[in-house]
């Protein structure tokens, strides 16, 4: 294991909160009723920073009186009471709140029970035109027991599958919430995926009713997707019924049901009270080698998990404005709805990253009043390359808090937030997953922030590194565990009845604990840092590297847009480590450059992580949550076929792929 090149003994924090903040910090107020009711130690007055550690240390040495009190505190509503808080706590198969009946949806439009909010905006939708659009608390309400009425009129049932092929839309919100208040199973796709991609999905959980898009702008160009929707009829032969949505202004195709006639009625709706781990959803994971993984999750667990992350980590409740950039095939969308549990306004963007420019998700934000907002490490990067000053050019005023996840934000991401849109400005870099549908370390608002590093790890969240020995290590780069259960984790995976691929993916390396799939490192104090991906880590001569540290030094150089870096064994014991570069416009990779991309590899990483190649390709490919492709890349450079390397259906540009495969394959021969 190699120690950790992130931080000095004693680095000074970016950003620290001031007492005022502290004090006003949800967390804190948590931490004082825990420690008067729950057994939790008390504060130590005046030192943040010791309060939490001693905060967390309770939350996984004491889980059940620390999930309760985080139960008490959102005022989670029980129907009917649990026999305890946790029954069985191994893993897999912890029993969570075993006897609890609720509904994850009356717990997300409770607001609208307030006379004084039901007015209000639950929902603020906007598009390219960034023309934010309104939908109150007491409107999403009508609409979902609409919505519910009509559903449970088709014959929908607690346990069936309802589908979504849906862009970031407030009819997708509240097509998700009337599938949770009748105690159906929801699960979607954005309609930038195509056919086989969503049947690989939908065709695993048989749904009984598809919510679907006629189309839908994007990058300012109009998308159809009648074809597409026409495919995904004729191959999901469990349908009883098909809604369309008209985005384009399109009529119904034969056979289906128009949504206005869904949600018109003013119905007030009913909740079925379900078990605690009764499903709420089937989320997917990217399918890049196969299959994806169809990963279900439970009312209790997510309802428990999301307003401990939103209320305690993000510091959200009502009054504010809550925009994190998403589609609906992204864990992210269903984390960003779960900003209506808190009583927040959620902000939905239908449109582009990127469109008419770089700059257009600090405009949504601007536009919004997003207090916090949210996006990708790599957004922030090419907000950098590209010399935005959104704290200048735009008002920013109302955000507290830029959060990003999806890849670690790097150092120099962290200093361009910090100068480019407020120095008071919480970043929030967090990580965790599809396969939780939240955190694992991240944002904590009463501690400070230090460049290239997550706040913390998450309350409840027993976080560790470990070596190849399953040893704890401290300072050392090591695998990420999580040693208990968190409420959370998945029930199991669809079509897997004996659980064999569920304990295969996250329990066979460790037997008992929950192996990730991360390169992190726990600092001394407290801190975490995230090295990208372990199945894809750079490991020569026993120097162990994420890639993302490897990104993060070479793509500061202006000439390099993205990069991909990969480590191959090959037959004969040798190491191949070649790194792939997607170029500015008008640069070429001379010898000037490539002088430079290794000189800087050598002098801030190390001299062992000097690619032996630099290739310049015409651009990286991602899957389709924007994630670099890896390990399918290194199987393909291995001589594995392209098509049992990846599922093209998961990635981005399929096309890019067979340069790898033919570089593999001019490799084997010589």
Known sequence: MTTAPHHADQPTPLWRPDADRVARAQVTRFHARAAERHGAPAPVPGDPEASYAALHRWSVAAPEPFWQAVAEWCDVRFTRPYERVLADASMPGAVWFPGATLNYAEHALRTAEDPARAAGPALLHTDETLDPHPVTWAELRTRVGSLAAELRRLGVRPGDRISGYLPNIPQAVVAFLATAAVGAVWTSCAP???????????????????FTVDGYHYGGKRHE????????????PTLRAVVHIPLLGTPAPEGAVEWDELISGDVEPVFEQVPFDHPLWVLYSSGTTGLPKAIVQSQGGILLEHLKQLSLHCDLGPGDRFFWYTSTGWMMWNFLVSGLLVGATVVLYDGSPGHPDTAAQWRVAERTGATLFGTSAAYVMACRKAGLHPGRDLDLSRVRCVATTGSPL?????????????????????????????CFAGAVPTLPVYVGELQAPCLGTD??????????????????????????????????PDGRRYRESYFETFPGVWRHGDWITLTSRGTVVVHGRSDSTLNRQGVRMGSADIYEAVERLPEIRESLVIGVEEPDGGYWMPLFVHLAPGTTLDDALLDRIKRTIRQQLSPRHVPDE??????????????RIEVPVKRLLQGTPLEQAVNPGSVDNPALLAFYA????????G
């Open 225 to 236: 997707r009648a074809d597409t929707v026409a495919e995904l009829r004729a191959g999901l």
């Open 410 to 438: 790097p150092p120099d991401g962290f200093r361009w937030i910090h100068d480019a849109v407020a120095e008071d400005m919480w970043i929030a870099s967090v990580s965790g997953g599809t396969d939780v549908c939240s």
């Open 662 to 669: 033919d570089l593999g394959r001019r490799r084997r021969q």
């Open 192 to 210: 930038d995926f195509g056919a086989r991609s969503v049947l690989d999905r939908f065709q695993q959980v048989e749904p009984v009713v598809l």
């Open 614 to 627: 630099v290739i310049a390709v015409e651009a990286i490919p991602h899957t389709l949550t924007g994630k």
């Open 463 to 496: 976080l560790r590194a470990w070596d190849e020995q399953g040893k704890p290590v401290v300072d050392e780069v090591g695998e990420l565990i999580v040693a208990a259960p968190l409420p959370s984790m998945p029930l199991r995976f669809w079509n897997d």
